[in-house]
């Protein structure tokens, strides 16, 4: 079964800081893994996407690389900013690709104080 | 990015009543769409995979004739909470695929049972 799990839980980091979070996942026959943003109350936002034969992507300040053998997967913010405090969670597909059913990690919730 | 919708985005309902929510994808057609639910400070637990023209399928652990639901068209798929009690109170979420590698989320709908 296909576990999951993130790490910190919550972060608070003043505006201006690069950070790391960190996913991690049990079962390394993924098909790819994805990063989504969710604001209080909300649906999730597609972050980015990493296809299983990929080590990274990028999408302005934000850098997700994914390591399969390990079964970790890093997101990097830079240069932070109070408009990034939301709640960032990484999910894998339970089988194919994201079209598919995903497990998602707990969750890291972020505050940037200005 | 494609659209999905949830209706209503709220409900508040007394206990014993059933309540129905409205997962609509607005400008492609779905053959299959999934619901989630959240708890408060909790990760996204998949219910459900719904199929357009057939059964739903569900996840182990989740009763599915209390979560009735119903995918009757490629842009609409329905979850009806029967009998709800306060323990089924929680953010529900539905998604739907555009291809096999990607699904749009909907905004979410917060159920409150009295």
């Known amino acids: 079964k296909q576990e999951v799990t993130q790490i910190p839980a919550a972060l608070s980091v003043p505006e201006g800081e690069n950070l790391v979070l960190n996913c991690s996942f049990t079962?390394?026959?993924?098909?790819?893994l994805q990063w989504f943003r969710q604001d209080p109350g909300k649906g999730l936002t597609s972050l980015l996407l990493?296809?299983?034969?990929?080590r990274e992507q990028t999408s302005g300040r934000l850098n997700a690389s994914l390591d399969k053998s390990s079964g970790r997967s890093t997101l990097y913010i830079a240069a932070s900013q109070p408009g990034d405090s939301a709640t960032y969670l990484c999910?894998?597909?339970?089988?194919?690709?994201?079209?598919?059913?995903?497990?998602f990690g707990e969750g890291t919730q972020l505050t940037v104080n200005p | 990015g494609a659209v999905v919708s949830q209706h209503p985005s709220w409900v508040i309902c007394k206990s014993g009543t059933s309540v129905k929510i409205e997962c609509r994808s607005l400008?492609?057609?779905?053959?299959?769409m999934f619901w989630y639910r959240q708890f408060p400070k909790q990760s996204l637990m998949l219910m459900a995979t719904?199929?357009?023209?057939?059964?739903?399928?569900?996840e182990q652990g989740v009763e599915k004739d209390k979560f009735l639901i119903n995918h009757a068209s490629l842009t609409l798929s329905t979850l009806t909470v029967t009998s709800a009690h306060p323990e089924d109170s929680s953010f529900y979420i539905c998604?739907?695929?555009?291809?096999?590698?990607?699904?749009?989320f909907g905004p979410g709908t917060r159920l409150t049972v009295l």
């Open positions: 990493i296809q299983s034969s990929q």
């Open positions: 998604s739907a695929r555009w291809r096999e590698d990607t699904q749009y």
């Open positions: 719904s199929n357009e023209g057939s059964k739903a399928t569900y």
């Open positions: 400008d492609f057609q779905a053959t299959t």
């Open positions: 999910a894998v597909p339970l089988g194919g690709g994201s079209g598919s059913r995903l497990t």
């Open positions: 079962d390394s026959a993924i098909y790819n």
